[in-house]
C-alpha cells in the first residue's frame, strides 16, 4: 500500500514542482538503494528526491527537450558520479540502459506529459496564454504544430483533435481553421486559441482552446506512442522486484498505462475474465502493488494546482520473461 503524504519537499525545485514527490519515492522503494531510471528529467525533482533516498542510489535521467538537459548540468557536476543524464526519449530507455551498462534497473519513473517549464516559457509554444509561435515541439525539432494545423486535410485533423484532445467539437474546428487558413496560414497560439475559442464553450477552470492544444502537442510530440513504447522498455530493462512508477495527468494516459498494468499482472488474454488463463498462457511480467491509482492529497491540491488531475500507478517487475522483444536499431 502506498501512504498519500501531504507534499513537503515538492518545492525543492523553483521553476517546477514535481506532483506526489513523496508517494513516488516510496512507490519506487528508493529508501532501499539501487540504480532508478527517471524518464522525464524536467528541473529535476524525482531524481534529485531519489539521490536523497539512499547514500548509494545512482540514476539515469532522460529528457526530450535540449533546455533541461543544459539546465540540468549542475545537478550532474553535484551528484558526484551518481547522475546520468542523457538527452533522449524513454520509449528506448531499455536501450540507452543498456548502453551505459546500467541495467537491470531497481526502479523507473515516467512523468507523462508537458513540464511547468515548457508551459510557461512562451517562445516554446505549448500555451494559449500568451501570444507566441505555434510550436510545441519538446526536442525543438522537427514538425510544429503550425505544420499540423496548417497541412493536415480537414478530415485528419478534426480526428486528431478529437481523438487526442477528446473535443467534441472537432470537426467544427478542424472547418473553422480550413476556411481561416485559405486566408493566410495559422502561425501563433493567440490566432488558433481565438479561433477554438469562438466554436467551444468555455468550462468553469477551462480554456476552450485546452482540449486542442493538448491533441496537437501530443501529436507533434507522438506522446501516447512514446509511453506505449516506454512501458514495454521498463518492462525488459527492470530486474525482478524493480518497480515501475508512473504518474498521468488525463484520461488517455492513464488509461494506456491501466491496460498495461491489468495486461501484465495476469496471466495471459482471455477470452472473458471469469474464464481461467490459457494452460501456454505467458506468466504475469508485473505484480499489482497498489489497488488502483495514488491520488494527490487535498493539500498538494491547493499548493500546487497542476495536481489535481494526476494519477500514480504502480507495478513491480517479476522473473517472468518481458512479453515483448526492444525493436531493431
Known amino acids: 500500500m502506498i501512504a498519500r503524504r501531504p507534499r513537503a519537499e515538492a518545492a525543492e525545485t523553483a521553476l517546477h514542482q514535481p506532483v506526489l514527490l513523496a508517494e513516488v519515492v516510496e512507490a519506487l522503494g528508493a529508501a532501499r538503494g ?8 524536467g528541473a529535476g525533482g524525482y531524481t534529485a528526491a531519489i539521490l536523497k533516498a539512499h547514500p548509494d542510489n545512482r540514476v539515469v535521467a532522460l529528457d526530450r527537450d535540449p533546455d533541461a538537459i543544459a539546465g540540468g548540468a549542475g545537478a550532474v557536476a553535484a551528484a558526484g558520479g551518481r547522475l ?43 500555451s494559449f496564454r500568451t501570444d507566441a509561435p505555434l510550436d510545441m515541439r519538446m526536442e525543438q525539432d522537427g514538425p510544429r504544430a503550425a ?28 472547418r473553422s481553421i480550413v476556411e481561416r487558413r485559405r486566408r493566410g496560414r495559422i502561425e501563433t497560439t493567440a490566432e488558433l486559441s481565438e479561433l477554438v475559442a469562438r466554436h467551444v464553450r468555455a468550462e468553469p477552470g477551462h480554456h476552450p482552446a485546452t482540449r486542442t492544444f493538448q491533441a496537437l502537442r501530443i501529436a507533434v510530440n507522438d506522446e501516447l506512442g512514446q509511453l506505449e513504447a516506454a512501458l514495454d522498455a521498463a518492462e525488459r530493462a527492470l530486474s525482478p522486484g524493480g518497480r515501475l512508477v508512473v504518474v498521468t ?35 504475469p511480467t508485473f505484480a499489482a ?41
Not at 34 to 41: A, K
Open 34 to 41: 539501487g540504480v532508478f531510471l527517471d524518464g522525464t528529467f
Open 84 to 126: 546520468a543524464l542523457i538527452q533522449g526519449r524513454f520509449g528506448a530507455l531499455d536501450r540507452v540502459c543498456a548502453e551505459l551498462g546500467a541495467a537491470p534497473l531497481d526502479g523507473v519513473v515516467l512523468d507523462i506529459g508537458v513540464s511547468s517549464m515548457q508551459l510557461d516559457r512562451p517562445e516554446r509554444g505549448f
Open 147 to 174: 505544420d499540423l494545423v496548417n497541412e493536415l486535410p480537414e478530415a485528419e485533423l478534426a480526428d486528431l483533435i478529437f481523438q487526442f484532445g477528446e473535443e467534441r467539437r472537432s470537426r467544427v474546428i478542424a
Open 249 to 283: 495527468f488525463h484520461s488517455l494516459e492513464d488509461r494506456i498505462v491501466k491496460q498495461f498494468a491489468q495486461d501484465r499482472t495476469r496471466s495471459g488474454p482471455r477470452a472473458s475474465r471469469h474464464l481461467p488463463a490459457e494452460p501456454d498462457a505467458p506468466e
Open 289 to 329: 502493488v497498489a489497488r488502483g491509482p495514488v491520488l494527490p492529497s487535498p493539500e498538494e491540491v491547493a499548493a500546487n494546482p497542476r495536481a489535481r488531475s494526476a494519477k500514480l500507478r504502480v507495478v513491480e517487475r517479476t522473473a517472468a520473461p518481458a512479453r515483448i522483444e526492444a525493436p531493431r536499431p
